[in-house]
């Protein structure tokens, strides 16, 4: 068993089935009382003051609060309505992958990883809830990079080539930010551990498995190489393992029906 397997043995109860889908239904629930109340967002960001202070419901609120980022309008409504069709469409694949237990304690790692970085830097990151999004994209990505988006309706874009791209500007951010780095690595340390490290360890073992067979290749066709071989008819002892081989008077191989007789001495 797994350690996985037993860890859902005895924690089973964590397991979170649809997490991903209901996380995303409460990004879309804020966005809608953001268009009647636009300050909410400041009622549920992360505050460490107001946090340590007796508001602890922010610990949650805040994955939530940056949800009218894109504007209430109608180009606001279709980013919201594609993310939320992508999240189910995650949600299901990363499930059906490693089952409900392990993809429930990879989204609780990532959120643990955010509030812990939210704590320790000078200042919240605004709309670091969507890192959940970005890091449950790159575990997608990653166990199915040949899965097909249309992007803009028409051209077919595989998933991994989004997902190089949206690592790529994370990079660019954290390079012209430096306390952008260690908040990355600790907002994606799920991904990391659950795809990025396993990933790499798979890879590696590919890499090695291909290194091996070259070898055993090599190895093969060198020991099927004939060592005897008559110079006259070309017979090896690969295609007439009963022959027999000599070397002539003259250094040159040949097989018994072919080697020269030997000069007679004149008698004395």
């Known amino acids: 068993m797994t350690s996985f397997g037993r860890l859902e043995t005895r924690y089973g109860w964590l397991s979170f089935p649809g997490f991903l889908r209901y996380y995303a239904m409460m990004h879309a629930l804020v966005y809608v009382l953001q268009a009647f109340r636009p300050d909410i967002g400041a009622l549920l960001e992360f505050d460490r003051n107001r946090i340590l202070s007796g508001e602890v419901w922010r610990l949650a609120t805040f994955l939530f609060s940056s949800s009218g980022t894109a504007g209430v309008g109608m180009l606001g409504i279709l980013i919201l309505f594609f993310m939320v069709m992508i999240a189910f469409l995650m949600n299901d694949a990363l499930e059906a992958a490693w089952g409900v237990f392990k993809t429930s304690l ?12 939210n704590f320790l830097f000078p200042k919240a990151m605004e709309g670091s809830g969507f890192l959940v999004y970005a890091t449950s994209f790159l575990a997608f990505a ?32 954290a390079f012209s930010n430096w306390l952008l780095l260690p908040f990355y690595l600790l907002g994606c340390a799920n991904y990391i551990l659950w795809a990025g490290i396993p990933a790499l360890r798979g890879t ?39 022959l027999e081989f000599r070397v002539g008077a003259d250094g040159r191989e040949y097989c018994s029906d072919h080697l020269p007789e030997p000069p007679t001495r004149p008698a004395p």
């Open 106 to 117: 990879f989204h609780y790692c990532g959120i643990l990883g955010l509030i812990i970085a």
């Open 204 to 242: 590696a073992r590919v890499i090695e498995s291909t290194q091996r067979r070259r070898r055993y290749e090599s190895n093969k066709d060198s020991h099927d190489q004939a060592f005897h071989s008559c110079v006259l008819c070309d017979r090896t002892e690969l295609t007439d393992p009963g």
């Open 142 to 173: 990653t166990i199915h990079p040949r899965h097909e988006f249309l992007m803009f309706l028409i051209l077919p874009v595989q998933v991994r080539f989004l997902a190089m791209l949206q690592a790529g500007i994370m990079l660019l951010s």
